[in-house]
Structure formats: structure tokens, C-alpha cells
């Protein structure tokens, strides 16, 4: 089982490591929107004398370029092809397969993760920190920390994709639900603006009653030393919970499958 | 002639990785210098193996893509400049790639191809009457593209490419992948077209059947070169294709039997295999009866298959 | 012509209607979240760069309005992408029709109606509530300054899409353009800085978008110093734009032709 699971992540990683023209694109794309956030929070903090929300300048630029390097490693804007196996039918070849499909799209996906942290993730972290003052963590042990917050922020994006592209077992076209869930998960998981500009109901209710924020506000909180391992048994809490979710969901779908035969 | 090209050429830079990171600029040429003529109302068989320069040559006589060097006319016209007025001229088919709107019933798309060509209502319906009838379209013309069989979609395909009437039909590989039953069809429905004599067809295939059956006259092109032009019996004649005579005996095969015309390819216990020299069967068949008693005999045209071959190998 | 194929299209997709339902709520929502986010930002500071509440509105819903109207006419011209690397663009060029309008025909998306009739309802309440000392030219302009955004835009969606013509594998590229215009184009250009400013606001244009069409209908200098006729310049700003997206388009169809796919 575990050397499936490396082999897995090992083709995740080579699979994405193949398309090298992509990867400098999106480095440029995640690099602008970078500048483009960038300096509209900056703007923002220097128009006001309490801040944002408690954040100096040198956080937020972190913020922002550490948020658009995690844009690509959670992915969460990226539909796994799982709905396209689904509708077309392959999906009974996965599910002949000794391994649960859930397990072989996590481990995939973890790989490429992995490839996306060695180049679109530190890239646009370069950039910024070429043109901003970035805040650099004051304990050593907050990188630690935050490592296991972005493995647990894949894994929270890759559950929700993997329900998504569930979906596609009872409707013959996943836009709609998908174009939701690109969206709902931008702003809320703090990727336009962090969650405490919010008011404090609603901040509140995304952090603890959705998995946005364990995608990309939990880690960057984490990393600019606003939060501890307090948002890590969070964001754990949301990858168990979801990756039973798929279970659950994947095996009324399977039913469903054996019943109607396809 | 509707088609003529002389000198056509068609040059590809390619790079390759030499190396690491270095690359290497190279120049192929996909058509290297053909020269091809059509006349109005003839079926044309366009052969070669893969990457041989079929498909690009089609595209420069359709207006997809700008020739290296050479002239081509179709139609009087040259293709990429008179795109748009070209267009409304030929048809095309390309047996990968689909003309038809994938989420649209099959009449929807045909309907949608009359505007677009601005084919006269009248015309349009009586073409469509002929194709749907030829081709039983009738059963599927109500459901959706994406839900068509490939022999039911390809069958559309050549229908939407002969709605606004063209003068020059281009066919890239029709028949690639479809099942017995829809190859036949689509093939009989291009004999029928080439009995009109009104539509002049260039047709590649891999399909040798397709070859046999269809096509008169043959253009075989080899590494953008064209290499035969001219009957399927001529190819047969240039590369010594012959009609085999394979017969079974009631007696072993004696050695030293001398037949005039023809010659022994093999022997497997009482069944010999003979090849004949251009002498008619009858003569070889007479002087082997008198040599041996016989039990069975049949002859064997040259297959095309073979011919072929042998052109590809450059033997 | 055109009209057939544009029909066909929305038949096509208004097919799977509980989708399509989704869809156009969905793109309303988008469009809500995109304003949702100045407002939230706007209230953090009180003001935006230095402008006040209807002024960030107006500059906000013009952006907004002139992108969904680019986007809905020829947003899917980044489909182009896939033609090409599928080779589909060839059947485009083997119809009597221009490749282009063809291209954005077959691909209209009419789920974006929703969005383009939000952002003009927006951009109505904007100038009602904005401070505006209305005469004849700034009648005129609040109504052309949408209608060349539109154009400025949709000429970066056709030239961003030609790159496709050279590099199939450029991915979303074109978006930091598209998209990253969009979003430089919705906050007043004095919240940027250093060459970056330059380069988005002045050398691509996109000052011309939203900024200066504000500044000139609410009746204010510019503080960055441009001199005030240039405020009223946005139209002229959208016909090079729209020229050179032009050039773009036929010379990537020039080069797809001697090279093919």
C-alpha cells in the first residue's frame, strides 16, 4: 500500500513536471495578480491609521504572495478529471481497481502538489520578495508548522474537488457546480482579502463552519504568526471529516452505479 | 483541370533537443515538390504512408495552409487567398475531426451549414433528401452529434460536406475506425457520387479496399514525393504484381514438370503455389492438367495490399 | 449569418437548463463578489486612493460593466487555444466565414447575459448617486466610456488569445491581461505604484478604462498629473487597442498557415 502510494505521488509529480511551458505561464499569471493584490491592500493600510484588521504592511504583502504561490499548489481553481472518467464511463475501470479511486486521486494529486511547491509556489515568492518588504517569522518552529498546514490544506482542497466531480454521478454536467465552488472558495478562504476584514459573524461562521479557510487563510495565518497549532487541529478536523464525506458520498454513487448500470 | 499544382512544397521547422537544454532547428519538407492534376468529375485515390504528406497536402489545396513554394489552382482559384470564396466550392472531410456542432441534433447542424453556406432552400432540401436516403440518415437525424455511433456521425460528416453542392470533395481517411457495415456504406455512396460525374472527389485512405473499389486513377505519395501516378493495373504492372495459381493434386508434385509462362513459388505436400508470367491462366492451367492430375484449382488477383507494401519498403 | 450560428449556440447550451439555471446565477454571484470585495475594502479605510464612496462606485461598476459586456461578446475567444492544439481550427478556415467571428459565434456563452445586464443596472445606479455636474459631453461620455471599455477589453481578449498561435502551451497567461486588467482597472490607479503603475496604467492602457473616464465625469484633476484633456481620451485609447488586436488576429492566422499545427 505504501509503495503504491509513493508511486502514485511519484507520476503525480512527474505528470505535472512535463508540462514546463505551463508552469512558467502560471509563475507570470500568479506573479501579477501578486503585484495587482499587492499593493491594493498596501494602499488600503496606508489610508487608515488602525490597519488592517491588525496586519502591518510587511504581513500582508506575505499575505498576499505566499497566497498566490498557495493558489497553485492547493489548486482548488482545478477540477480533477474525475467527472470526465465519470461521465465517460471509465470510472468503472478505477473502481475494478484494488485500490479505492479516493486513495489513488489523493496520492496523485499530493505529487503534484509537490511539484507545484518547488516552482509555482516559491517563484512568485521570489518576485515578491524582490519588490516588497515580506515579513519574515520570528520562531523556527512556525515553518514547521506551517509544512503541515499547507499538506493539510491540499488534502481539505483536493476532499472538496473530489465531491465536486462526485456530483457528476447524478448530474450530466458539473459547470454549474463547479463554477460555485471555484468561487465560494476564492473569497472565502481569503484569497481576495483576508477573513478579518469581514464582519465578525461572518468570519467566524467561514472559519469554523466551512472548509475555506483551511485552504489558504488557516496556513498564511500560520505563517505570519497570527494563529498556531489551534488552526491546524481545524484544518485536521476538515480533512478527516471531508475525506469521510467522499467516502460516504462515493459509495451511494457506486450503489447507484450497480443499480441503474451506469 | 478543377485541381493543378505543380512544384508544391510545404517546409516544417522542427526543434529537437539536442542535449540538455540546447535545440536544434531543422527543416523538413511534409510535400517536397508535387505535381498533381485533376480533372473535373474524376475520383482521385491520394495514398501513402503515415507522415508521407497526404493531410498537408490537402491543407494547401484547401486554403489551410500557406504553401513553401509551388502554385496551386483548385477550382481556377488559389486556395489561401480566396479562402472564403473557395469554401463555398469544395467540401472536406476530415475523418478525425468532427464539422458538426457536438450538442446539436444532426438536422440542426445540416439546417445551421445552409445559412452558413447561404445554400438556396430548394437545393438544400433536395441534396439532403439524397444523402439522407443514401445514407439512411433518417433513424439518427433527430439525436444529438455526441450520442452518434462514429459510422452514423461520419455519414453526417459527408452529408453537411456535399449540402452546398461542392465542385471538389476532399476526403481525409473517411472510412478510419468505422465498422464493416458503415465502411461499406460510405462506400458505396462515394461510387454512386462518382457515377454522377459531377463532383470531383480527392479521397486519401489506408483502406485499400477503399483503393479497389473506388478509385480509377492513383496518386502514391512517399516522403512528400509522389512516386506512382496513374491505374491501379499500372501499379500493378510497374511493380510486378502477378496473379497467382495455387492447385491441388491428386499426386506428388513431380520436379522436373516444365510449365511455359509460369513459375513454382512453393510446394506443400500435394498444393503448389505457381506465379504467372503475364501468360493467360488458361494456357498454364492447360499444360498443368496435362503434367498432373488435378483436384482443385483456384486463381488469385494480385492484392493490392501487397503492391502497396512493396512501394512503401521502396523495394 | 452569424445570427444562425449565435442561435444554434444557445440552443445548444441552454440544453441542460438546471445547469445552465446554475450557471447565470453563478456569474451573477461572481460579479457581486468582485464589488463585494472593494466594498469591503473600501469600508476597512473609509476611502480608496484617495477617492470617496461614489466615486469608487462609479469607477468600480464602469470597470465591471465594460469587462462583462468584453467578456460576453468575446470572452471566448480564449477557446482558440484548444482549436489549435486539437487542430479544429482548420475546419473554421474551410468555411466561407471569417475565422474569427466563427470562433466567437460557436462559442458564445449566454450564461454571461446575467453578468453584463448586472454590471450595466450597477453602472445606471452609480451615476445616479455620483456627484456628477451633467452637460452634453459628460452625457455622451458616460455613455461611450462603458462601450470603449468594452472594447479595450475584448481587444486584450483576442490579442491574449492570438498567442495561442505561437505558444499552444501558454496556459492562462493571457488572463494576467484579460482578468489582471479587470482587476487593475476596478481600483483608482493611485493605489499602485513604481513601474508596475506604469506599465498597467499608462504603456497597456488600462488607466484609460475606468481612472480617467472617473475623474473627468465627476469633474476632477487627475492626481497623478496626466493633463485633463486626456481624461476623455478613453475612445481613442479603444481603437488603437482594437487595431492592434487586429494586427494580432491576422498575423497569428498568417503564421498558423505557414506552419500548422
Redesign the interface.
Known sequence: MLSASWALAGAGFRRYATYRQATVAGIFTNSVFGFLRCYVLLAVAAGTAAGVAGYTGPQLATYVWVGQGMLAVVNSWTMLDLADRVRSGDITADLLRPIDPLWTYLWTDLGRAGFAMLTRFAAPLVVGALAFELYAPAHAVTYVLFAVSIVLAVVVGFACRYLVGLTAFWLLDIRGVSMIWVFLSGVGSGLYFPLALLPDWLSTFLWIGTPFASLLQGPLDILVERGGPEILALQLFWAVALLWACRVVQARAVAKLVIQGG | MIISASGLRKD??VNRKVGRLRRERHVVSAVDGVDLTVRRGELLGYIGPNGAGKS?TL?ML?????P?AGEVRVCGLEP?AK???L??R?G?V?GQ???L????PLA?SFD?LR????VPAADHAARLARCTDLLGLAEFARTPVRQLSLGQRMRGELTAALLHGPEVLFLDEPTIGLDVLSKQAVREFLGELDQRGDTTVVLTTHDLADIEKLCKRLVVIDHGRVVHDGTLDALHARYGSRRTIVADLDADWPADVCLPGASVVSVEGRRVTLELNGTTAGEVVAALAKAVPLRDLSVREPQIEDVVARLYRRD | MYGHVLRAQIRSQTQYRMSFVVEVIGSVVINGLDLATVFVLFSVAGSLGGFGGTEVLLLTTLSACAFAVADLVVGNADKLRDYVRTGLFDTLLLRPLSALWQLLAVNFAPRRVGRAVQGLVLYVVALAIADIDWDLARAVYAVGAPVAGAVFFGSFFIAGSTVAFWWVESGEMANAFTYGGKDFSAYPSTMYDGWFRTVFASALGFGFVAYLPTLALVGRADPLGAPDWLRWCSPVTALIAAALAALFWRTGVRHYRSTGS
Open positions: 516544417f521547422t498537408t491543407k484547401t486554403g489551410v495552409l500557406t513553401s489561401v479562402r472564403t470564396t469554401a463555398r469544395i472536406v476530415f475531426r468532427s464539422q456542432w457536438w450538442d446539436l440542426e445551421l445559412h452558413i453556406y447561404q
